[in-house]
Each structure stands twice: as C-alpha cells, then as structure tokens.
C-alpha cells in the first residue's frame, strides 16, 4: 500500500479517463490545473470524440496508449466507473483517483456501486482516492490533480487532509494568503478505499511533513487510527473533527449509555492520542502557522512585551486560562509567566523611558517607536529564563509597524527563540503582518488566541514526553464467560444471576444475593442472608427502579421482607426479585461502558447521585486502558475533591476504582457481544478498609448484549 502512495504522489504519468473539451467541465478543469502547475510527468487524455484538448492528443481509450502509466484520473458517470476501473485494472495501472460521485452519499444503488468498485480494486491491487473526492496535490511535485483551485499552492511542511473538498478549497486560498505551504493536499471523499488511516501511516514517515491537519465527518477505522497514533513520536497532529452534536442520537437503555454520546466518544480519543484538538476552521488555520512556522516549544517560560497595558493584562489572564489541568502535565509544563533576571529588568530601567514596565509583561508604553521595541526585545531574547516571546502591538499615531516587524524579525534571526506576534488592528498592521510572516513569525487576531496556540503548542511537546501506560488487568477464566454468553442466546438483556457470575470471575466484588419468585420463597432466602436487606425487582426493563417503587432499603425482619415484597410485586407487576444484603456506608460511584461504532469499548467513570444525573460530570476512556489513563478518568471529573476526602472527610480507595475499570475494559475487549456495562450505584469505601479486602462493593448491575 505504501509503495502504491508514493506512485499517487508522485506519478511519472498520468491518464485522465473522462477528460473534457469543455471549459467549466470537471473533466476539463482537471487538465488545465496539471498543464497549468507546470507537471513535468506525461498527460495522457481520453475521450472517446478524441481530438484534441488544450494541446495535448486524446485517445479513444485506453488500449490505443501503450505505454506504462502510474495513475489514473476518472471522471467519467458512477454508473460506468466499474468498468472503467476494470480496463485500469487490465492495463496495470495501481494507483487511481476517482473524483466521479454518485456513489454510497446517494444511497441504495450508489452503496452498491461503490462495493462493486472496491471488489475490482481488491481484484487488480489497484489503491484508490474516493470516489466523490476534489482530488490530490503535490507541490513539490508541481502537481495540482484537482478541479477545486486554479493556482499550486506553496511547497511547505504541512499534510493536509480533508473529508470535504469545498473546506479544502477555502483553507487553501486562506493559506495562499498567508504564507502557508504544503508537503501533500488530499480530497478523501468517500473513503471506499484509501482512508485517513493510509495516509496518517504515510504522513508520519514523510521525510518533507512537519504537522499533519486532518478535517473529518468520520472514522473509517477508529481503532486502527488509535494504533496510528501510537506509534507517532514526534510530529504534531491537529484534527478538527464535525458531526459531534446529538441530535438524532438514538435513546440508550443504560445510564453509560444515555451518557456517552459521539462528542464524548471523540474527547476520549483525543486523551488516549497525542493529537490535538481543532474546535473550529479558524483554529485550525491558526493552530497550522504556530506549529509549521516555529518549532516545538523546549521550555514553558513566556515574556509578553506590549505598547498597550490592556493587551498585555489579556495575554496574562490568557496564560492562566489556558493552563491545563492533567495528570499526564505537572504544573511546570503549563506556560508560566516567567520572572525576569535582575540583569534584564536593570538593563530595562536604564534604557526604557520612566512610565513604562520593566514587570512582565513589559510595556513600553503607547508612544514606542522601532528602536525601543528593538532595546527592550533584544534585552528579553537575551535573557536565559524566557524560552519563548509574545510581542503585542496596537497602531498608534506615532507607532512605526513595519519598522517594529522588521526589527522583530531581525532578533528572530539572530538568537532563534520562538516568537509570537499579536499586532492588533487591521489597515494600519496589514504590511507590518505580511513581513511577519513572510519570515516565519505567527500572528493572531488577538492575545488570547496567540497564547491558546502556544499553550497547545507546550502541551504537544509534553505529550511526546509521555511514560507509556503499564498495569493492564487479565482475565484467567475466558472459557468460562463465554460460556455464560452463548447460553444466553437470544437475550438482550443478561439475566442479574449470569452477570454476577462473570463479575464474580473477574473477581469484581459484589455484596451477597439471592433470587426469589414468590413471597413465600423470599422469606426463605432472606433467612440465608446476614440483615440489615435491600429488596429490588429483577425486571429487566426497568432504569430507574426506585423512581417507580421497585427498591426497598433497609430490611431488618421477616416482617418487613414480606411487606417489601407485596409493595415491590404491586408496583410493578413483576415476582421476580433480588434480596441483597445492604451496604451502608462508602461513597457511590457508576461505572459503565457502551461500544462506540468508531473507537471500541467507552469506558465511563462519575460520582453517583446529583453527579451523574443532574451535572452529568463523567469521564470516559478507550478500551484498551492502562493503569494511568484510569487514574486521570477518576482526576479529570469535578467529583475527584470528594473521593480525595474534602472538608474533613477521609479518602476513598481510588486504587479500587482503577481496578475496576481497567477488569471492565478487559471484559469488553475480550467479548464482542457485550454491548453496554452498567455497574450503578458501586459503593467506595475509606482507603483504610483495603486491608479488610472491602476496597469497594457493586450493589447493581447490568449487561446488554448485541
């Protein structure tokens, strides 16, 4: 596959199948933007009027070319592409671009077409782009194979990827106009073929990629981009991803699964990757120029320098705002406004005017010309405490722009510290950016977007520093859990009595219980547990017990059992019901999992009560989890305070709660057919009982099969 993606990129030739002699045509405009880009490979054209097409010959077919030829271009109607793709696939061709649509986006008989171009794909080992895609460009290659932009954008470090080819050709003029160049450009399309996951794969070991952008409606394979991204090292990825609202999600029948929506899903997976979240278009653009024009930030020490107090009061509230609250981060890996050496600020005094601040951030107040800016930067760059400036500018009647952009660019140069510019305005800045920029220096619309940029930048680089996850939880008795799973056959929802038997074998613990069809019986086996009881209904379709009167608490006699019994029975119509014994003390906790179609097993964690149900403060993880992707699900929600033990209280046993969740994600990896996990309410004891071996109790559970 991978040798197939270096022939895409950089084809010796190229046939168009379905090219046009009409200018507006997709068929045309295809040809004029490779004649166009100066393409140094052959063109070959075919159609079957022949002729000829912007100079170049047509060929009837593709039997009357022979020579060998590396990539083929069709844009001929979805209906005839299987053929077409059949006689690429007889001519040798390995490598093709489908830019036709009406495949799988139109339904029924498009998903037919599609399937039926990706068995001759299978059959020829042909690798594909699309269908329904803009097409590729490779600047250094001076080839511009789409239909979207008439201009090759400029040779650069960046891997663009993108599922939408119009968002494709907008970014593109965006960047043209801002200096932004490009190692490779892809329209993916459909995906019917090559996906994200291909050219992640490639990107990642291309020598001439920097950063990799990746806009996406969806995974083609979640899991295997987990596993990508793995792997990745060194090399910034950013993703802006859409389709992350729920509306339309189908209603869930367990709690995790009424919690865990797409837009969860997708947070997860940008905790358990080193990758980097876009929240829009523009913060995709702006997080692109900070990570290809300077490098990865080696330290976290930042000094602002300003004309204007206001702009350097918002790019210090930005620095605290954007801090990052993490296990995997300590705090010296957030940006820190660092205090300047007694050298720098005496220098700064000396030479700088009374009013303005030698503090940082250092003002040098509204009157500043080029050569203040220049004393006062040149001063910071030399000091060995800042790793890394934020210069902010306001045009004022005597403020000189392009002189300040200069000399900026000069002490860049010179001592080769990362830079970052926020010039603030719009006519009276526009040259002094473009000189900016021109040179590699970033800037932004505004300070708290420059300082956003930066932090993710820092963070990126901790990140890579990363210690892998250890401490993984095995299951020992598989055999017997599928088992139980195959005897359940048909069933949706797991039977309470089968599921505390594979909890059992996971040696999660569980308080003791017993099952009861009549009042008669349940008396029976309330004798044979310890009281204080708990009685529930045993219907399965039920949520919300309690909310409908199928839980009594606190059972201490024959008495009360047979009354709870009769209410229970009453309430919902249902003799069947759990006798458990009571658990009364600890804090209560939910853990769960539903299997996302995208990313696998989602794991949850979250306080029970008014956390779950009322603030929904949850977290989720990506089976597999290791010990410390655990640890910060359990760190990251608000709830964490009171499991530490806050206002007086002692701690609870966190480690239980690891252990938990890591036996949970196993279970999930391990059986396919379980779908959804609910372990709600589990009760959390005192840190200090763990060596009693009573960490933790789980008072309810449930498991939904597929």
Do not use: W
């Not at 009406?102 to 037919?112: L, V």
């Not at 329209?187 to 994200?196: F, I, R, W, Y």
């Not at 876009?278 to 024009?293: C, E, P, Q």
């Not at 210090?316 to 940006?335: G, H, R, T, Y």
């Amino acid at each position: 596959m991978q040798k197939n993606l270096f022939k895409l990129f950089s084809p010796k030739s190229i046939v168009i199948i379905g090219a046009s002699h009409e200018p507006g045509k997709v068929g045309y405009e295809i040809i004029n933007n490779i004649i166009n880009g100066k393409y140094k490979g052959e063109i070959f054209l075919i159609n079957p009027k022949a002729g000829k097409i912007l100079g170049k010959k047509v060929f009837k077919n593709l039997l009357e070319i022979k020579k060998n030829i590396d990539l083929a271009i069709i844009v001929v109607p979805a209906k005839i592409c299987p053929v077409v793709l059949e006689e690429v696939g007889q001519k040798g061709i390995k490598c093709a671009i489908i830019v036709s649509a009406g495949f799988k986006e139109t339904g029924k008989k498009g998903i037919e077409l599609e399937n039926e171009i990706k068995k001759i794909a299978k059959k020829y080992q042909i690798s594909f782009l699309g269908p329904n895609c803009l097409g590729l460009i490779n600047p250094k290659q001076v080839l511009n194979a789409t239909f979207g932009i008439d201009f090759l954008p400029s040779k650069g470090n960046i891997f663009f990827l993108s599922q939408s080819g119009a968002i494709l050709c907008g970014f593109l003029d965006l960047a043209d106009q801002n200096n932004l160049g490009f190692s490779k450009i892809i329209s993916l399309g459909n995906k019917a073929n090559l996906s994200e996951n291909d050219f992640l794969e490639f990107a990642l070991n291309d020598s001439q990629t920097k950063i990799i952008l990746l806009y996406l409606e969806s995974f083609a394979d979640g899991k295997k981009t987990i596993e990508i991204l793995k792997k990745n090292s060194k090399k910034p990825v950013i993703l802006l991803k859409a389709g992350l609202s729920e509306k339309g999600q189908k209603a869930a029948s367990l709690h995790t699964g009424s919690l865990a929506g797409s837009n969860e899903a997708f947070e997860a997976f940008i905790k358990k990757t080193n990758i980097i979240k876009a929240d829009s278009l523009r913060d995709l653009f702006d997080l692109a120029k900070g990570f290809s024009f300077q490098n990865l930030l080696q330290e976290n020490k930042i000094t602002i320098l300003t004309n204007a107090g206001g702009l350097g009061v918002l790019g210090a509230d930005a620095v605290e705002k954007f801090k990052v609250k993490s296990l995997k981060l300590k705090v010296k890996d957030n940006l820190e406004l660092v205090d300047l050496s007694k050298e720098t600020k005496d220098f700064l005094k000396k030479n700088l005017p009374l009013a303005c601040s030698v503090e940082n951030p250092v003002d040098v107040i509204g009157d500043a010309k080029a050569d203040r800016y220049k004393i006062a930067l040149e001063s910071i760059l030399k000091d060995k405490n800042v790793s890394v400036v934020l210069v902010f500018l306001t045009p004022q009647k005597m403020t000189e722009p392009e002189k300040i952009a200069e000399a900026i660019v000069l002490l860049f140069k010179k001592y080769k510290k990362p830079i970052f510019t926020c010039f603030f305005g719009q006519k009276s800045v526009k040259k002094a950016i473009e000189i900016l920029e021109k040179n590699k220096i970033p800037n932004f619309d505004s300070p708290e977007k420059a300082v956003e940029v930066i932090q993710k930048m820092q963070k990126n680089n901790q990140i890579f520093k990363e210690i892998k996850n250890v401490g993984q939880f095995k299951i020992l008795e598989k055999n017997k859990i599928k088992k139980i799973l195959n005897e359940a056959g048909e069933q949706k929802n797991l039977k309470p009595e089968k599921v505390a038997e594979i909890l059992k074998i996971c040696k999660i613990m569980c308080p003791k219980f017993k099952i009861a069809f009549s009042e008669e019986e349940a008396i029976k086996k309330a004798q044979e547990l310890s009281y204080p009881l708990v009685m529930k209904t045993a219907c399965l379709d039920i949520l919300h017990k309690k909310d409908i009167g199928g839980v009594k608490l606190n059972l201490k006699n024959i008495q009360e059992v047979k009354k709870a019994y009769q209410e229970i029975v009453k309430n919902i119509k249902n003799n069947k019901v759990i006798i458990q014994e009571m658990v009364q003390n600890g804090e209560e906790i939910i853990i769960g999992m539903k299997r996302d179609e995208e990313f696998g097993p989602l794991i949850m964690f979250g306080l029970g009560g008014i956390f779950v149900e009322i603030l929904k403060d949850v977290s989720f993880g990506i089976a597999p989890l290791g010990y410390n992707e655990a640890k910060e699900m359990i760190f990251s929600t608000k709830g964490y305070q009171i499991l530490k033990g806050a206002r007086g209280e002692k701690e609870k046993d966190i480690n239980s709660i690891i252990e938990i969740l890591l036996k949970i994600s196993e279970l999930s990896l391990n059986f396919p057919q379980i779908k959804e996990i609910d372990l709600n309410p589990v009760k959390v004891f005192e840190a200090s009982r763990v060596s009693l071996k009573k960490g933790y109790s789980v008072l309810d559970f449930k498991i939904i099969l597929s």
